[in-house]
């Protein structure tokens, strides 16, 4: 079998037989190198720096300068104030004439005070128709509880006479009965009279008889005078006895006729008192009408007294109307004489006055003058572009030196920063719109407020306050981030990746 193989014709060669030996020093500054990129590299991935936005500001009071506005239209009375002149709030400013509306108020007033008058007047005429209304209503009651009263003595007497009427109907008929009866009785006396009578003119006639018999028998010697006389007597005794029944038949035939006129005068009576039994009631009714025609007279009175008494009401409802009206007119009157008064709306220096002279002729709205105000807090007003504004973050601890973030470093253009130094800041808020570019900006910005931590700069032993209007330049500390964050954010920036 043939062996091919180069191995054993050609020998292998190793690294160090053909190339150079590597210098320490070589392999030193490699090694030297490699910690200094990677040091770099964690440096850059572990060192953090602030992302820093630069705008300009201005020191500004809280509140701005406060603008003085009349509040209505008028001509210029008096101007009181004069620029860089210190001013109280409520002090007047300017007055505006007000003699037009003096003399509305004067003629208010007076109307006022005539409806008052009117007023008072009607107010008295009211409560007399009311104790009018209550005296005829008291004289009402007493006239009806008379006339009632009357009513009840009427009926009392109709009842009475009515009571009286049956019981004199019922004597009337027991009179009658009575008398009925005793003319009965005056009857039957007659007729048992008359009958005694007709047998005693029989008893006459038979002694008659008798005497006349016995005279001749006498006469002739036959009968003794004894019985003649005897028979005579008897004679005698029946004529005597008819005489005297004949007397009182006639006595009872009179009898008779009393006891006639008697039922008759009875039978009148009981007429009389039948005609009484139902009496009238003309008195009952007159009083009961009497009673409907003093009430209706009361209410008729009560209804005139109400109808004056609505009108005046009616009246006074107009008059308090047409008052509340005049009140309404002064208030307003007052107010516009209070608005003649321009009056400054803080206390401070008067930075601007937009007056020339008196008689100026001024607008509701138009600024009268500009004050600026005294010991008003501070504050600084930057402007920052949109492209910036998503970096910007607003501190929302109380106290400057504990944010952190939304801080500022700012510089003060009228202190130089190298000599006295910059002071802390703290965003506070940012506009929640833009304001709009104009001559002396190049693109829309938004208003960033920024509070100062102290509203002056130290130099030594010596304060030096910020002013209102100083020019500061910002740094509006957005972030912080490492600089290999920068770097990766450069490189996606120009790979646009």
Same mark, same amino acid.
């Not at 003085?68 to 001509?75: C, E, F, H, N, Y």
């Not at 001749?216 to 005794?237: D, F, T, W, Y």
């Not at 035939?253 to 008697?262: D, M, S, V, Y």
């Not at 833009?434 to 829309?444: E, H, L, N, P, V």
């Given at each position: 079998?043939?062996?091919?193989?180069?191995?054993?014709?050609?020998?292998?060669?190793?690294?160090?037989?053909?190339?150079?030996?590597?210098? =320490?020093?070589?392999?030193?500054?490699?090694?030297?190198?490699?910690?200094?990129?990677?040091?770099?590299?964690?440096? &850059?991935?572990?060192?953090?720096?602030?992302?820093?936005?630069?705008?300009?500001?201005?020191?500004?009071?809280?509140?701005?300068?406060?603008?003085?506005?009349?509040?209505?239209?008028?001509?210029?009375?008096?101007?009181?104030?004069?620029?860089n002149q210190e001013v109280l709030s409520g002090e007047?400013?300017?007055?505006?004439?007000?003699?037009?509306?003096?003399?509305?108020?004067?003629?208010?007033?007076?109307?006022? !005070?005539?409806?008052?008058?009117?007023?008072?007047?009607?107010?008295?005429?009211?409560?007399? %128709?009311?104790?009018?209304?209550?005296?005829? +209503?008291?004289?009402?009651? !007493?006239?009806?509880?008379? @006339?009632?009263?009357?009513?009840?003595?009427?009926?009392?007497?109709?009842?009475?006479?009515?009571?009286?009427?049956?019981?004199?109907?019922?004597?009337?008929?027991?009179?009658?009965?009575?008398?009925?009866?005793?003319?009965e009785k005056a009857n039957a006396d007659l007729r048992?009279?008359? @009958?005694?009578?007709?047998?005693?003119?029989?008893?006459?006639?038979?002694?008659?008889?008798?005497?006349?018999?016995?005279?001749?028998?006498?006469?002739?010697?036959?009968?003794?005078?004894?019985?003649?006389?005897?028979?005579?007597?008897?004679?005698?005794?029946?004529?005597?006895?008819?005489?005297?029944?004949?007397?009182?038949?006639?006595?009872?035939?009179?009898?008779?006729?009393?006891?006639?006129?008697?039922?008759?005068? @009875?039978?009148?009576?009981?007429?009389?008192?039948?005609?009484?039994?139902?009496?009238?009631?003309?008195?009952?009714?007159?009083? +009961?009408?009497?009673?409907?025609?003093?009430?209706?007279? #009361?209410?008729? +009175?009560?209804?005139?007294?109400?109808?004056?008494?609505?009108?005046?009401?009616?009246?006074?409802?107009?008059?308090?109307?047409?008052?509340?009206?005049?009140?309404?007119?002064?208030?307003?009157?007052?107010?516009?004489?209070?608005?003649?008064?321009?009056?400054?709306?803080?206390?401070?220096?008067?930075?601007?006055? #937009?007056?020339?002279?008196?008689?100026?002729?001024?607008?509701?709205?138009?600024?009268?003058?500009?004050?600026?105000?005294?010991?008003?807090?501070?504050?600084?007003? @930057?402007?920052?572009?949109?492209?910036?504004?998503?970096?910007?973050?607003? &501190?929302?601890?109380?106290?400057?030196?504990? &944010?952190?973030?939304?801080?500022?470093?700012?510089?003060?253009?009228?202190? =130089?920063?190298?000599?006295? #130094?910059?002071?802390? #800041?703290?965003?506070? *808020?940012?506009?929640?719109?833009?304001?709009?570019?104009?001559?002396?900006?190049?693109?829309?910005?938004?208003?960033?407020?920024?509070? *100062?931590?102290?509203?002056?700069?130290?130099?030594?032993?010596?304060?030096? =306050?910020?002013?209102?209007?100083?020019?500061?330049?910002?740094?509006?500390?957005?972030?912080?981030?490492?600089?290999?964050?920068?770097?990766?954010?450069?490189?996606? %920036? %120009?790979?646009?990746?």
């Open positions: 079998m043939v062996n091919n193989s180069s191995d054993s014709f050609l020998n292998t060669a190793s690294a160090d037989e053909f190339l150079p030996p590597i210098s =320490p020093w070589i392999t030193l500054g490699g090694i030297l190198q490699i910690v200094a990129v990677g040091g770099a590299f964690l440096l &850059c991935a572990a060192v953090k720096y602030n992302v820093i936005v630069r705008v300009p500001a201005v020191v500004r009071p809280i509140g701005e300068v406060r603008l003085v506005q009349a509040a209505t239209d008028g001509r210029i009375e008096q101007i009181q104030v004069a620029e007047v400013i300017a007055t505006l004439e007000n003699s037009q509306l003096k003399t509305e108020k004067n003629k208010l007033e007076s109307n006022i !005070r005539q409806s008052e008058l009117q007023l008072d007047r009607l107010a008295a005429q009211i409560q007399a %128709l009311d104790r009018q209304i209550e005296a005829e +209503t008291d004289a009402i009651a !007493r006239t009806v509880n008379i @006339a009632q009263a009357e009513l009840t003595r009427q009926r009392r007497e109709y009842q009475d006479r009515q009571l009286n009427s049956n019981a004199e109907v019922a004597q009337a008929q027991a009179n009658l009965r009575i008398a009925e009866k005793e003319l048992s009279t008359e @009958a005694n009578l007709r047998s005693i003119e029989a008893a006459f006639n038979v002694a008659r008889l008798k005497r006349d018999r016995y005279q001749p028998v006498a006469e002739s010697g036959a009968l003794s005078q004894n019985q003649l006389e005897e028979a005579q007597l008897a004679v005698e005794q029946q004529k005597q006895a008819a005489i005297a029944q004949s007397a009182l038949i006639e006595a009872q035939k009179q009898t008779i006729e009393r006891q006639e006129q008697a039922v008759e005068a @009875a039978e009148a009576r009981l007429q009389q008192s039948r005609t009484a039994l139902n009496p009238s009631r003309a008195d009952v009714e007159i009083a +009961t009408e009497r009673i409907a025609s003093q009430q209706a007279t #009361g209410l008729a +009175t009560q209804a005139r007294f109400r109808q004056e008494q609505e009108v005046l009401i009616q009246q006074q409802l107009d008059l308090e109307r047409q008052l509340a009206i005049d009140f309404s007119n002064l208030q307003q009157i007052e107010l516009d004489l209070q608005k003649t008064a321009i009056l400054a709306t803080t206390d401070g220096t008067i930075f601007n006055v #937009g007056l020339r002279n008196p008689g100026q002729v001024v607008r509701a709205g138009e600024a009268i003058a500009q004050i600026a105000p005294t010991r008003a807090p501070l504050t600084l007003k @930057a402007r920052v572009t949109t492209d910036k504004i998503a970096q910007i973050q607003v &501190c929302d601890r109380p106290q400057v030196t504990d &944010c952190q973030q939304g801080k500022a470093q700012l510089r003060i253009a009228a202190y =130089p920063y190298p000599d006295y #130094g910059t002071l802390r #800041g703290a965003i506070r *808020a940012i506009a929640p719109d833009i304001t709009a570019s104009d001559g002396s900006q190049s693109a829309d910005t938004y208003e960033v407020t920024i509070e *100062a931590e102290t509203p002056y700069l130290q130099k030594g032993d010596r304060l030096f =306050p910020l002013q209102p209007g100083m020019d500061v330049t910002a740094d509006l500390i957005a972030k912080e981030e490492t600089l290999l964050t920068f770097i990766f954010r450069k490189l996606r %920036l %120009l790979t646009d990746w």
